[in-house]
């Protein structure tokens, strides 16, 4: 486990863990980083106390394959298919006694919260992503049959928009006011990909959502205008990276 001065670019963590790392996370305020293990144990280092770890969720062996943050909420995804729910201010204290729980019958690899915290979207590998709603307690909201495993998503800066991908060849958007889809994206998307095997398991928005960045396995990197909904550029036209398998993208 590595961690970087972005400001320096000195290496401020050189630590190995006891389990091979599944996922990695900030709170929104950087009170703590979390990183989800293979073993099932979700471990949180403190900046603050020189990056130590300060506390361990360890409530299952199953791995800790996804986790994200709201102002008040972890929530903590699991290849089991149970994702929990923490109370932030309760986790900083060391207290990991989960507010709800959700249970999916499939493996979950993808959970997002939206930019109000209001809601959180859960992707798993039936091609369900299950919408829960802080307003009625984190119960069910909405939900949204894509037929293929979901591997990422990700709500537009503004959290009017949900991008959905995985190991189908689309990236499907939604209007979370209507939660109809954006056809348009679905019929962009299809039309870059050639390689019978590609997935896309990562995407991302930029900051004032003008564009949107997506990668993975045979696809190369495309960056699509999301105003037009068309292709601005795409790494499968060079020799670099258009046989690459993309793992992430970072804003």
């Not at 099932?40 to 943050?69: A, F, H, K, R, Y």
């Not at 994206?185 to 019978?196: G, P, Q, R």
């Not at 004032?208 to 495309?222: F, Q, R, V, Y």
Request: overall charge negative; glycine content about 8%; aromatic content about 10%.
């Amino acid at each position: 486990m590595n961690v970087l001065s972005v400001r320096s670019r000195t290496m401020i963590l050189n630590s190995i863990l006891s389990s091979p790392i599944k996922s990695i996370a900030f709170s929104r305020r950087d009170e703590r980083l979390g990183i989800g293990l293979k073993d099932g144990i979700l471990t949180l280092l403190c900046p603050d106390s020189n990056w130590e770890s300060v506390g361990e969720i360890d409530q299952s062996e199953s791995c800790v394959s996804c986790q994200d943050w709201s102002s008040k909420i972890l929530a903590c995804g699991r290849m089991n298919g149970s994702v929990t729910l923490f109370d932030t201010d309760k986790v900083f204290s060391n207290f990991f006694v989960p507010v709800t729980e959700f249970t999916s019958n499939h493996p979950v690899r993808s959970l997002a919260f939206g930019a109000s915290g209001r809601f959180l979207a859960i992707g798993d590998d039936d091609g369900v992503v299950s919408i829960l709603s802080a307003e009625s307690g984190w119960t069910f909201f909405n939900q949204i049959n894509l037929g293929y495993s979901i591997l990422s998503t990700k709500w537009s800066p503004a959290g009017r928009y949900i991008a959905l991908a995985g190991a189908g060849r689309t990236v499907s958007v939604y209007d979370t006011i209507t939660w109809a889809i954006v056809e348009e994206v679905k019929e962009s998307i299809s039309s870059i990909f050639t390689d019978t095997e590609s997935s896309i398991s990562c995407l991302d928005w930029s900051l004032d959502s003008k564009w949107m960045a997506i990668g993975g396995l045979g696809s190369g990197i495309h960056i699509l205008d999301t105003f037009k909904w068309t292709l601005l550029e795409s790494s499968a036209n060079g020799p670099t990276l258009s046989a690459a398998k993309t793992d992430c993208l970072l804003k």
